[in-house]
């Protein structure tokens, strides 16, 4: 049973950093693809980047290149995405969510993580 | 960046209707194409991947077709959990985007 736990909510200032966490139990981690996905209140899916924990890949959405890293660590099954300079409109639910061996699609979700940027 | 478009943005059926959703990709993403159902306060959840393919414990009614820049989500006959948003999404490349979702409604 794969199971995926995110860590808690977070309150950020404007021009501060947050990272939040992600621990995806089940399967051999290192084969597996972790994707980051965010959700502005009342708005759709947007795609932020994902790893691939056995090649080292990452990958970014283009708006957020420069701000956004994704890192892994397979010993602790567990992968971080570090968000710099917070402006308000990074304000979002936060999901990690875990792909199955060979498939790039997100299968397992995380209950994700609230991130409020203030000013 | 791959664009995805989806219609309507809001369907409204009654229970036991057919739902038929569509989703447009600007080019095309072979049968590198899911959907995601979406409630209030939840995550989504994966309901079809590669573009047919019924995910772990989805119900029969739910089935998806198409490839290439077309693609269409079909839920048979509606039932009450079903009134939700739906997204489709595209993993054609690692540049991963979402559609903008139809919500289904009564």
């Known amino acids: 049973q794969v199971q995926v736990m995110q860590s808690g909510s977070e309150v950020k200032k404007s021009g501060s950093s947050v990272k939040v966490s992600c621990k995806a139990s089940?399967?051999?981690?290192?084969?597996?693809?972790i994707i980051w996905v965010r959700q502005a209140p009342g708005q759709g899916l947007e795609w932020v980047g994902g790893?691939?924990?056995?090649?080292?890949?990452?990958k970014y959405a283009q708006t957020l290149e420069g701000r956004v890293t994704i890192t892994a660590d397979a010993s602790m099954d567990s992968s971080w995405m570090e968000l710099t300079s917070l402006r308000s409109d990074d304000s979002a639910v936060y999901y990690c969510?875990?792909?199955?061996?060979?498939?790039?699609?997100?299968?397992?979700w995380g209950q994700g993580t609230l991130v409020s940027v203030s000013s | 960046e791959i664009v995805m478009t989806q219609s309507p943005a809001t369907l409204s059926v009654s229970l036991g209707e057919r739902a038929t959703l569509s989703c447009r990709a600007s080019?095309?993403?072979?049968?590198?194409l899911a959907w995601y159902q979406q409630k209030p306060g939840q995550a989504p959840r994966l309901l079809i991947y590669?573009?047919?393919i019924r995910a772990t414990g989805i119900p029969a009614r739910f089935s998806g077709s198409g490839s290439g820049t077309e693609f269409t989500l079909s839920i048979s006959s509606l039932q009450s959990e079903d009134f939700a948003v739906y997204y489709c999404?595209?993993?054609?490349?690692?540049?991963?985007?979402f559609g903008p979702g139809t919500k289904v409604d009564i």
């Open positions: 089940g399967g051999t981690f290192i084969s597996y693809a």
């Open positions: 590669g573009a047919y």
């Open positions: 080019q095309s993403v072979g049968w590198d």
């Open positions: 999404h595209q993993s054609s490349n690692w540049r991963f985007t």
């Open positions: 790893i691939i924990p056995m090649l080292g890949t990452t």
């Open positions: 969510a875990r792909a199955p061996p060979g498939r790039r699609e997100p299968h397992y």
